[in-house]
């Protein structure tokens, strides 16, 4: 099924995800620049000219070819009341049959942490994924001791399956990870 980036809106109660546009680099980098201490344990490396342009327009480049592909879905997450950009959510690795599946990514503002805002973004694009994609199956990768991440994860209905040792490159190391799987809802679709 083919999804259309440009008319993609995703609505919650108090979160909108939107595909990123050129326009948003301002935003972005300045919340990725304010939380880079807070981001940087928990990613890959970020490269040397991390939230400049460049690298912005590398990333959009590649995000919008991806989605073009069928192959990933990058969502900026902006709050409602104040059009303030929070973070990012994504579907990757998306798989079409007989997988149907994606695996599922996201990162927060350091200031926007507690209130509940990834929980609320990743069950609104969990939901999507499985209306719009038709996914069955939804994974996800937290290291052991993200507790907050391993929050989102679990208050979003997601099961703790099992433990990749090396998964993801994190911070510059092979670091494992617990692995996490939502499938689709019974009464969905």
């Not at 939230?51 to 991806?66: F, P």
């Amino acid at each position: 099924m083919a999804v259309t980036q440009r008319d993609t809106l995703i609505a919650s109660e108090r979160l909108v995800l939107e595909p990123p546009r050129k326009s948003d680099y301002e935003d972005w980098a300045a919340l990725r620049t304010a939380s880079r201490a807070h981001l940087e344990p928990w990613e890959p490396v970020w490269p040397g000219d991390a939230n400049s342009k460049a690298d912005w327009a590398r990333r959009l480049k590649a995000w919008n070819a991806a989605w073009k592909n069928a192959q990933a879905y990058v969502f900026l997450i902006r709050r409602v009341s104040d059009n303030t950009l929070i973070g990012g959510a994504s579907l990757t690795h998306v798989r079409t049959w007989p997988a149907s599946s994606a695996s599922l990514g996201y990162w927060l503002g350091a200031d926007f942490e507690g209130s509940g805002y990834m929980r609320e973004a990743v069950i609104a694009l969990t939901a999507w994924g499985f209306d719009r994609l038709d996914l069955w199956r939804i994974d996800a990768g937290t290291l052991a001791e993200n507790n907050r991440s391993r929050k989102v994860l679990e208050t979003a209905g997601f099961e703790e399956e099992g433990y990749a040792r090396g998964y993801l490159e994190i911070a510059g190391e092979r670091r494992d990870h617990v692995l996490f799987g939502l499938v689709r809802p019974q009464n969905h679709g």
